[in-house]
Each structure stands twice: as structure tokens, then as C-alpha cells.
């Protein structure tokens, strides 16, 4: 009997284990489990919340979910407890029946798309939580507080979303979390005091948000800290954790400490030295000054410094040469100075990227110096290498990239350069005062390769380059020659520039088969004949500066086949004819200058109607005529310059509509026209009687220029609208009318000409307002009156300025205002009742044919006979140079000689 009865216990007790636990036929590991019905219809509906494209849900099917893609049960209770949907580009949104898996300790649904889905509130109610990643799932919105109900979570990961917002403070509630990952988001304030409370954290992300302020000291609480990233935001002030009160467990355990790219500032503190399993320290793009501190020589486990664009200062210290294990140093673009030597590197021996460019350093070593490591980056710019090659360079023999330009080089290229740029993947020696040949370039199967070499004394011929040369730049040389024709390889070119140089011929057709090519820049050399037509077979090309050579004929009307075109230069050429009507297919243009050419046509209408990205437009010194009403719809337009051409009409009122020319460049973020730092757009143009040449401040420049034409009636007070010109010339043509009251508008304007027309009235007095201008031209017209005062005019004694206007009065010296010129400035002359009242009239009957004498003599051949203009405004100048020289020069001799505060009394 005993046996059965065990039998029986031994049933009872399965079917109660069975019945408890749920422990069912499906095999999962050992074991036999099922899934509970509600679970199954939750995971339903939520599929069911989903898109999925790519199928990966397919066995999303039947009653055994502990087998479904992605879902994970318990052995013991058959409860889904891991949802793992990770990079399975599902989109849709996150279904609330999630809460219905109530025992889930794991959640990753990150490289999803949940289309800026916010986190609901629901999910702080998986209070069993333990691992949840939402990583790069395009959600957004703010975290929710509910977040902080997460008691047991240990991993939350959310970065690369579009969260915003501050951070919640109730997150630091979680004390059982050990990696937090919000980076690559939008959150905006401060770090909460209260994250100082989560001291389990070994992992704490916040870089690429908008965070900042002071970092909270109570981080210096985190004594179990890996890795800590701050990197990408606008966080200011001193840092905490670098300080002296810093934590001994901290300094024992910190192997990460990123905090590029903020606003952070002060000194490096010695105490740096203390943090001694310290394998990262990025402090790039902040605003730390003083030195850097000698106790980093203690650092002996650091693999990566970074102290890039800051404002530290001094000598290097030697101590930096003890670190063993630094595979990268980067010091750049700070203020260093001093020497470096041999002792700096002593003991760098793995040592692979070293970057000191942008600095005041000078390397001395010795010539006989092997360097105990080998480079693969070697960035040297405007490091002082002595003159001849460094002759420790010919050990490194697996360089990558090679910078040493602007480092006081002036040797011709030693034979064994050759094995170290040969492996190079970008080199560049450019402004040194490197003699010459162009050095042979051999074929190397690999990678694209950059080659510059600019702004050095070259001189030959172009040699061959390599067909994986991707970027080439042999500009500011001295090369002649024809440009070589290279055969039916596979060229990747797709950056050429051979400006300033001496190459002569013409263009050959072969570079039309370079369809990889971008940017081609001939500039500045004696280049002749046609553009060739295969030009339009570039389809990718975005800038093309041919200018200043001696290139002729029609421009070709394939060059309206370049559709990518940004920008096209042909200034200081011989081209004639019309202007083909395909360039209005250029819709991207943004530069556009044809200037000193022999272009005769009408300003096309569709320059305005189709060219509407423009924003520098320069024709000057062309045969271009007719009104210029076309190109009132340019509303991105910063230069117009149609200076010397056979223009007629009035000046157009809705110039004034040029949106662009309202605003202050000046507080704009600097932009580069161009498509790569290698070349950088310019533009001619006449400012302050001289012609300058804009590059850097291309972007800063808003300016009208119509002078030497036929234009006829008023100056539009619709132009005064534009407050950010810079600079407006209208000199040598017929404009009549009064000078408009309201020029003071134009805030920004540092040059105005307004010579040789024939104005009339009073200057206005609001041109005194005018508080950077330092260049004006109101010469050869028919002003009258007082002229004004103020304090930006005081500044302008230049009698020039106004000279052929015999109505006006006062300084600087002309003569002085009577009572009667100050009240009947702007009145008629009355006749005068007397005896005399004979000789008076023929006095005034006299004026008139003097006055027409004086002016046609003077004004008159200096309007029809430019060079004597340009010869007699440039005497003028230079007269008023040399006085303004020898005042400033004899004030200081009396001021030295007499004591300066004896002489302000």
C-alpha cells in the first residue's frame, strides 16, 4: 500500500506544480512552459500598433509566444520577460498594452522608427524594469516624470532621439541605475543636484543636447564613474570634478572624462595628475587658459589627450613625454610657445597621431633623432621646422596624413620624401618657400588622396599626378607651361586648382572627361583661346573660376548644362557677344561675376526672373545697356556691380525690395562660399575709391555699384530702406534731384560716392548719423548750403569731398556761411533794387558761363577721360595721405618733446 500512496502524492503534487507554476509542453531550455493568454494578446495588440516592412514579426503566430522573434519567457513561470526588437526597422507606435506584460525586466526597441512618438506615460509603470533601450527610435517629446517610478532600473539608454526639454529631476530618483545614455538629443537647462544622488552610475552620456550652466558639485559624489561625457553642449564655468575636492574613489575610478566643445574656462588644475586610471581626456573647443599642468606626465594609463582650440599658453611641459601608452596628442590651435625637443617625446612609444598645429612652437631636434615611435598622422602647421626638411621624417614610414605647411621650410624636396608622401593619403607642405620642380607622384593602388602643395616657389612644368588624386592644389607657384594632357585612366579628380601660376595655352578638352570634378579653379594665369564646349559635360561641377586670363570668343551655351553650379567666374577675360539664354538653367547660382569682359547685350530679364539664388552679381566694365528694372526680384542679392556700362533708365525704386541688403552681416555666423576650404571664393569690387579684393568677408559684403553710366532722374528713397549696404556708389551719370533726407538710414554704410551728377539742394543732415562711413564722394555736382556737422563728418576733412559744388559753405575749408547764404540757402535769387543794379545783373549773368567753364575743365574731363579720373582722385588721395602722415607725425614729435599731460593742458 505504502508504494501506490507515494504514487498518488507524487501525481497530486505534479498536477499542483503544474497548476501554480504553469509549467506546460513548451520547451524552452530544459523546460516545459506556455504563455499565459493575456500575455499573448497583449504582444497581439501590440503588433498589431506596428508596420513592419521587412517581415521580421512573421512568427508573431499561434499559442507559443516564449518561440516568437524577439520574446524571451521565464523557465519557472512561463511570463514574457524580455521584449528584444532591436534593429528590426519596425515603425508605428508603442501600443499600452506593454502593460499587460507586467514581469518584463528587459526592453530594447532601439534603431526603430516610432515616427516622433512620445515616451507615454505607461511605461513608469513597469516597475520590474531592469534593462530599457530606446535608442535611436525617433521618439521625442520630454521624459516623462513617471520615469522616476522605475525603481529597479539599471540600464536607460535614449540617446540619438529628439527628446527636449530639461531633465527631469525625478530620473536621479532610480539609485539602482548604473548606465544612463540621454546623448544626441535636444535637452535643454541644467544637470539636476539630484543626479549626484545615483551612485551606482558607472556610466553617465549627455553629450549633443543644449544643456548649460554649471556643472552641479554634487557629481563629485559619483564614486563609481567610468566614463563621464559632457561633450557638445554649453556648459560653463569651472568643472567640479576636476578640482581639488574631488573625491578620492573618483580620481581612483574616472577612465573617460569627455568635455569637448563647451564653454568651460579657468585653469587646468594640478590636481589633473590624481586621476590615475585615466584613459581618455578630451578638453577640446572650451576656453581653459594658463598652462598645462606638469602632473600629467603622472597620467601613466592615458591613451587619448585632447586640449584643441583653447587658449592655454606656455611651454609644453617635458613630463607629457612619459606617457607610455597615449596613442593621440592633440594640442592644437591654442598659444603655446617655447621649444620643443627631444625629451618631449622620450618615451611616446605608441604613439600614432600627433597634431601641435596652430601654435607658436618651434621643434628642435637633432638631426641624427630616431623618434621612438611610428606616425600614421602627422599635423605640424605652423610649427617653426628649420628650414631644411625634417630629417626625422625619413623613419616614419607609415604616415596617413602629413601636415607641416607654414613651418619656415625653404628646401628643395630632399630624394627621400619620396618614401614617406608616397604612402600619404593627404600632404600638404603648402605656404612654405619650397624651390623647385613639383615632385613626382607614382600610382598606389588605395584610397582617394589629397595633395597640397600651394604657395610655394614650384617651378617647370605640371608633372603627371596620380589617377586616385582626388584634391590637387598647385596654386601661388611659379609653374608655366601648358596644362599636360593625361591619358584614358580612371581620374577621380574631383578638386582642381592651378590659379596664380604661369600656365599659358589653352584649356584641354581632356579635363571635360573628368566627370568626377567639382571645382575647377585656372584663375590668374595666361591661359588663351576658347572654352572649350565639352564644358557642359561636367555635370557635377560647382564652381568654375577661369578668371583673369587672356580666354576669348562667345561663352558657350553648354555651360547651361552645369546644373549644380554655385558659382561662375570669368572676370578679366575677352569674351564678347550675348549672353547665352541657357545660363538661365543655372538655377542653384550664387556667384556670378563676368566683369572686365566684352560682353554686349541687354541685362537679360531672366537673370531676375530665373537666377533667384544669386547673391553677388558683378558685370562691370562691359558693354551691357538698357534699363535694369529686370532685376528688381533678386531678393538674395548682396552685390550688385554694373559699374561702367552703357546702362539707361532710372535707378529701379524696388532696388529697395533687396531683402538681403537690409540685414547686419556682421552678426551672422561666418560662411564660406565654396566647396572646400581649399578654395575660397572672391569677388572685385570698388570700396572707398580703391578696388579691393573680398574673400573671408565675402559674406560681410552688401554693396551697389552704378557708376560710369547713363542713368537719369532721382536717387528712390526706396533705396534708404537699405540698412545693412556697406557700400553705394552711384557716381558718373545724370541723376538729378535733391540727396535724400532720410540717408541716414543706411547705418551700415562705410563708403558713398555720389560724384559727378548733378544733384541739387542742401546735404542732409542726417548723413551725420552715418557713424562708419569713412569714404565719401559728393564732388561735381549742384549742392548748396551749410554742409552739415557731425561727428562722423568732422572725421572727413578731405576739402575733395566736396569740391565742384560752389553753392556750399563752411568747413571743412571752404568759405564761410554768411547770414544771408544760412536763410536763403534753398531760396531764388531776388533782383536787386540800387544804382548799381546794372553791374549786378551782369555780375550773376557771369556766373553762370564761369561756372559751366570751371566744370566741363575739371568735372567734365574727368567723367569722359578715366584715366585722368582714376589718376587725379588717386593724386588726391595720396596728397591727403601724406598730409594726414606728417600732422600725425609732428603731434607726436611735440608730444614727446613737451611731455603728454604738458601738452593736453
Not at 628650414?387 to 607654414?406: D, G, H, K, M, Y
Not at 555736382?781 to 569740391?803: C, F, H, K, V, W
Not at 568735372?859 to 596728397?879: D, P, T
Amino acid at each position: 500500500m505504502r508504494t501506490p500512496t507515494r504514487t498518488v502524492l507524487v501525481i497530486l503534487f505534479t498536477l499542483l506544480f503544474i497548476e501554480r507554476f504553469g509549467v506546460g509542453l513548451q520547451q524552452n531550455g530544459d523546460s516545459y512552459v506556455s504563455c499565459i493568454e493575456s500575455e499573448i494578446n497583449a504582444l497581439i495588440k501590440f503588433r498589431g500598433s506596428l508596420i513592419d516592412n521587412s517581415n521580421h514579426l512573421s512568427s508573431w503566430d499561434g499559442e507559443d509566444c516564449c518561440t516568437w522573434t524577439g520574446v524571451s519567457c521565464s523557465n519557472r513561470t512561463g511570463k514574457v520577460v524580455k521584449l528584444d526588437l532591436h534593429n528590426m526597422h519596425l515603425q508605428g507606435q508603442i501600443n499600452p498594452s506593454i502593460l499587460n506584460l507586467s514581469h518584463l525586466h528587459y526592453i530594447d526597441l532601439s534603431n526603430n522608427d516610432f515616427s516622433g512618438t512620445q515616451i507615454l506615460k505607461f511605461l513608469g509603470s513597469l516597475t520590474n524594469l531592469r534593462h530599457l533601450n530606446l535608442s535611436n527610435a525617433a521618439l521625442g517629446g520630454k521624459i516623462p516624470r513617471q520615469f522616476g517610478n522605475l525603481s529597479s532600473l539599471q540600464y536607460l539608454d535614449l540617446h540619438m532621439n529628439s527628446f527636449d526639454g530639461p531633465i527631469p529631476d525625478t530620473l536621479e530618483r532610480l539609485s539602482s541605475l548604473e548606465i544612463l545614455d540621454l546623448s544626441s538629443n535636444s535637452f535643454l537647462g541644467s544637470i539636476p543636484s539630484e543626479m549626484g544622488n545615483a551612485t551606482r552610475l558607472t556610466f553617465l552620456d549627455l553629450s549633443n543636447n543644449e544643456l548649460e550652466g554649471e556643472v552641479p558639485r554634487t557629481l563629485m559624489n559619483l564614486c563609481n564613474l567610468h566614463i563621464f561625457d559632457l561633450s557638445n553642449n554649453k556648459f560653463r564655468g569651472n568643472i567640479p570634478i576636476l578640482g581639488g575636492n574631488t573625491s578620492t574613489c573618483l580620481r581612483s575610478k574616472l577612465k573617460e572624462l569627455r568635455l569637448g566643445s563647451n564653454q568651460f574656462s579657468g585653469f587646468l588644475p594640478n590636481q589633473l595628475g590624481e586621476f590615475e586610471n585615466l584613459e581618455y581626456l578630451l578638453l577640446y573647443s572650451n576656453s581653459f587658459s594658463g598652462p598645462i599642468p606638469a602632473s600629467l606626465g603622472r597620467l601613466s594609463s592615458l591613451k587619448w589627450l585632447d586640449f584643441s582650440d583653447n587658449q592655454l599658453n606656455g611651454n609644453i611641459p617635458t613630463s607629457v613625454g612619459q606617457l607610455s601608452k597615449l596613442l593621440r596628442l592633440d594640442i592644437s590651435s591654442n598659444s603655446l610657445d617655447g621649444v620643443v625637443s627631444e625629451s618631449h617625446f622620450s618615451n611616446l612609444i605608441n604613439l600614432n597621431e600627433l597634431s601641435m598645429s596652430s601654435n607658436l612652437l618651434a621643434v628642435d631636434v637633432s638631426t641624427q633623432w630616431i623618434p621612438p615611435f611610428q606616425l600614421k598622422y602627422i599635423k605640424m602647421a605652423s610649427c617653426k621646422l628649420g628650414q631644411q626638411f625634417p630629417a626625422w621624417l625619413r623613419t616614419q614610414s607609415n604616415v596617413e596624413e602629413l601636415i607641416i605647411s607654414n613651418a619656415g621650410i625653404s628646401d628643395t624636396i630632399p630624394d627621400w620624401f619620396e618614401n614617406v608622401y608616397s604612402h600619404t593619403n593627404y600632404l600638404d607642405i603648402s605656404h612654405n618657400q619650397i624651390i623647385g620642380e613639383v615632385p613626382k607622384f607614382l600610382e598606389s593602388n588605395g584610397t582617394n588622396r589629397e595633395l597640397i602643395l600651394n604657395s610655394n616657389k614650384f617651378e617647370g612644368r605640371l608633372t603627371l599626378f596620380p589617377s586616385n588624386v582626388v584634391l590637387l592644389d598647385l596654386s601661388n607657384n611659379s609653374l608655366s607651361g601648358y596644362i599636360p594632357q593625361i591619358d584614358n585612366r580612371n581620374v577621380r579628380l574631383e578638386i582642381l586648382t592651378l590659379s596664380n601660376n604661369q600656365l599659358s595655352g589653352g584649356i584641354p578638352t581632356y579635363l571635360c572627361k573628368i566627370t568626377t570634378m567639382r571645382f575647377i579653379d585656372l584663375s590668374k594665369n595666361k591661359l588663351s583661346g576658347k572654352l572649350p564646349w565639352c564644358m557642359g559635360d561636367l555635370y557635377r561641377l560647382e564652381v568654375l573660376d577661369l578668371s583673369n586670363n587672356s580666354l576669348y570668343g562667345e561663352m558657350p551655351s553648354s555651360l547651361g548644362s552645369l546644373q549644380q553650379l554655385n558659382s561662375l567666374h570669368l572676370r578679366g577675360n575677352k569674351f564678347h557677344g550675348e549672353l547665352p539664354l541657357s545660363l538661365q538653367n543655372l538655377a542653384y547660382l550664387h556667384i556670378l561675376d563676368l566683369s572686365e569682359n566684352g560682353f554686349t547685350d541687354i541685362i537679360p530679364p531672366w537673370i531676375g526672373e530665373k537666377l533667384s539664388y544669386l547673391k553677388f552679381l558683378n558685370l562691370k566694365s562691359n558693354n551691357f545697356y538698357g534699363d535694369i528694372s529686370a532685376l528688381c526680384n533678386l531678393f538674395n542679392l548682396q552685390l550688385l556691380n554694373l559699374a561702367h556700362n552703357n546702362i539707361t533708365g532710372d535707378i529701379p525704386p524696388c532696388f529697395g525690395s533687396f531683402t538681403a541688403m537690409v540685414f547686419d552681416h556682421r552678426l551672422e555666423e561666418y560662411e564660406e562660399y565654396g566647396v572646400d576650404i581649399n578654395y575660397r571664393e572672391s569677388i572685385l569690387d570698388s570700396m572707398k575709391g580703391r578696388e579691393f579684393e573680398f574673400t573671408k568677408i565675402l559674406s560681410l559684403l552688401t554693396s551697389i555699384d552704378l557708376s560710369n553710366n547713363h542713368l537719369v532722374g532721382n536717387i528712390p528713397e526706396e533705396l534708404m530702406n537699405l540698412s545693412g549696404l556697406v557700400s553705394l556708389n552711384v557716381a558718373g551719370n545724370h541723376l538729378k534731384g535733391r540727396i535724400p533726407e532720410n540717408i541716414g538710414r543706411l547705418e551700415q554704410l562705410q563708403s558713398l560716392d555720389l560724384s559727378r551728377n548733378e544733384l541739387s539742394g542742401s546735404i542732409p543732415q542726417s548723413l551725420s548719423a552715418l557713424y562708419y562711413l569713412s569714404r565719401l564722394n559728393l564732388s561735381c555736382n549742384n549742392l548748396s548750403g551749410r554742409i552739415p556737422t557731425g561727428y562722423q563728418l568732422q572725421t572727413l576733412e578731405d576739402a575733395s569731398i566736396y569740391m565742384g559744388n560752389n553753392g556750399l559753405c563752411g568747413p571743412p575749408p571752404l568759405k564761410s556761411c554768411s547770414v544771408d547764404e544760412l536763410s536763403n540757402a534753398h531760396e531764388p535769387v531776388h533782383e536787386s533794387k540800387g544804382g548799381d543794379e546794372s553791374e549786378i545783373l551782369w555780375f550773376y549773368a557771369g556766373i553762370g558761363p564761369g561756372f559751366l567753364v570751371g566744370f566741363l575743365g575739371v568735372c567734365g574731363i574727368l567723367h569722359f577721360k578715366r584715366s585722368w579720373r582714376y589718376a587725379y582722385f588717386q593724386l588726391v588721395e595720396n596728397m591727403y595721405n601724406k598730409l594726414s602722415l606728417t600732422i600725425a607725425l609732428k603731434t607726436a614729435w611735440v608730444r614727446r618733446k613737451f611731455g603728454k599731460d604738458n601738452f593736453g593742458k
